[in-house]
């Protein structure tokens, strides 16, 4: 069961995963080890997974963006792991969700262009087997995007 420290603790991580131990227990108003031992346990429940950088995409030069609605001719499971498989080897697919309403799945595709996008879209996802619908919507503006968790401490 997660405290009210370490909640605030995967919240500061969250936003900082750069911060020294120090800063985290100076911010946490406790010891530097029981700071480390918080972390160390919360890495070994598999809490955290990891630490990333968060990059600027536009900066990068990846300028275009888009949610696919893909919906499976069949809900054969061939055709399901096929989907999955292919979805995950894909490294312009940065979310990819099971959902339920209109599509099967959600995906959220980052490339650097409409031609990419275009590409993407014909010598990959029109060529699944399985896929019966695909619609997109084009991503005007990024207005709030993260990998973090709302976490809150009471």
């Known amino acids: 069961m997660l405290d009210d420290i370490d909640l605030k603790l995967l919240n500061l991580l969250q936003e900082d995963c750069r911060a020294t131990n120090a800063q985290l227990a100076s911010n946490l108003s406790i010891s530097p080890s029981s ?47 096929a989907f999955i498989d292919a979805i995950n080897e894909r490294p312009e697919i940065l979310d990819c969700y099971a959902t339920t309403g209109d599509a099967d799945y959600h995906l959220r595709v980052v490339v650097r262009n409409i031609a990419e996008f275009n590409k993407f879209l014909d010598e990959f996802i029109f060529r699944l087997p399985g896929i019966a619908h695909v619609k997109s919507n084009i991503v005007l503006k990024d207005i709030k995007s993260s990998g973090s968790l709302p976490l809150l401490a009471n």
């Open 35 to 81: 700071c480390w031992r918080r972390v160390k346990s919360l890495e070994e429940i598999g809490l955290i997974e990891g630490y990333r950088a968060q990059l600027d995409r536009s900066a990068a030069g990846f300028e275009f963006s888009a949610i696919l609605h893909v919906s499976l001719s069949r809900q054969k499971e061939e055709n399901v792991q």
